[in-house]
């Protein structure tokens, strides 16, 4: 039987549940390449799934596809543009949620414009650190 | 003999040859006495304040030390919370189930487009 990995250890793919092996799925070609505390968190945050109520657990899914999609650069940058923005007031934040729904809108040519007017930040793509 | 024999028996051992003190003792008794009730009477708090004279600053000292543990003990426990694994965990699993994609998150074009419009909701 597979070890619940909850532990101080990291624990090896092998080493998950079949539910932690599941949801974790998307991650599992990078997995041993993870840095332990990583394999810890993911775990951990496995472990914590069920306790989500259904629609973020559908979320956190779909996400997680886009998750192992990217570069650590933009994984470091995710996090911490959600650290800034997740205490904002509910209102800005369903404004926020809007705002994304409308650029989405946006011509594909028009998106990429305005992508080309900002540098790309320091760590995006080609970023050598290792995998989260 | 008991506690009440005992103490009758000190009092008039005491009491005994007052009758018999000469009148210069007795005015100075009484003058000290006046000068006393005097100063009592003339700033009934100062004696206890004077007795009391650490009380204000040891109350003082309870008055902050309160608060002051609340504060340390609050900035230990956030201190902790930041640097422990749950914290982490918390937050990636709030970005991941939250309800703006990870990409909203990235994506240069999404930052300018919020600074070149109006209301943009930025930090």
């Known amino acids: 039987m597979a070890a619940q990995a909850q532990g101080t250890t990291a624990p090896a793919w092998s080493q998950l549940s079949a539910d932690q092996k599941h949801l974790l799925a998307p991650l599992a070609k990078e997995w041993d390449t993870l840095e332990p505390e990583s394999r810890k968190r993911w775990s951990r945050m496995a472990t914590r799934y069920p306790t989500l109520a259904p629609d973020q657990q559908n979320r956190f899914k779909q996400r997680l596809q886009e998750w192992s999609k990217l570069t650590p650069g933009e994984r470091g940058q995710a996090r911490e543009r959600y650290k800034e923005l997740r205490n904002l007031p509910p209102e800005r934040r369903k404004e926020l949620r809007q705002r994304w729904h409308e650029y989405q809108q946006l011509p594909e040519e028009q998106r990429q414009q305005l992508r080309e007017q900002q540098a790309p930040p320091p760590g995006g793509k080609g970023d050598a650190r290792p995998p989260r | ?123």
Do not use: C
């Open chain 2, 1 to 123: 003999m008991n506690e009440n024999d005992l103490a009758r028996r000190i009092v008039e051992r005491l009491d005994h040859g007052l009758d018999e003190l000469p009148s210069s003792t007795t005015q100075k008794l009484q003058a000290a006495r006046a000068a006393a009730l005097a100063r009592y009477r003339g700033d009934p708090g100062q004696g206890r304040w004077r007795a009391g004279a650490l009380l204000p600053g040891r109350g003082l000292a309870l008055r902050l030390a309160l608060p002051m543990a609340i504060v340390i003990a609050s900035l230990t426990g956030l201190l902790y919370w930041q640097m422990s694994p749950s914290h982490d965990d918390e937050l990636d699993t709030g970005m991941l189930a939250g309800e703006l994609p990870i990409h909203a998150y990235i994506d240069p074009g999404f930052d300018t487009w919020l600074r070149n419009t109006s209301h943009t909701p930025q930090q």
